[in-house]
């Protein structure tokens, strides 16, 4: 059974950092693509970034060159580094994993960046 738990979020002020953490219960060398999505208050769901089983990115143009997106394939963990944070990038950030046509979600991890 796929599960992904996300952790790493917070409350950060504008020009800090943090590191999201999403661990899959199952070998992410199994997904097709990982990805982090984002949901603010009264918005929609929005890709973040992500990350194809063979290493390529790509990212929303809102984060390129403050996000990075990687993953450590010994730990099946996929991390967001988010530098340079802006109070619109408040929101809850969602972890997903694509496997043969099927969509895997976390809970979710809210990030509140303070002006």
């Known amino acids: 059974q796929v599960q992904l738990v996300e952790s790493g979020g917070g409350l950060v002020q504008a020009g800090g950092s943090l590191r999201l953490s999403c661990a899959s219960s199952?070998?992410?060398?199994?997904?097709?693509?990982m990805g982090w999505y984002r949901q603010a208050p009264g918005e929609q769901r929005e890709l973040v970034a992500r990350i194809s089983s063979g290493g390529s990115t790509n990212y929303a143009d809102s984060v390129k060159d403050r996000f990075t997106i990687s993953r450590d394939n010994a730990k099946n963990t996929v991390y967001l580094q988010m530098n340079s944070l802006k109070p619109e990038d408040t929101a809850v950030y969602y972890c997903?994993?694509?496997?043969?046509?099927?969509?895997?979600w976390g809970e979710g991890t809210l990030v509140t960046v303070s002006s």
């Open positions: 199952v070998n992410i060398f199994l997904y097709n693509a």
């Open positions: 997903n994993a694509h496997l043969i046509g099927m969509d895997y």
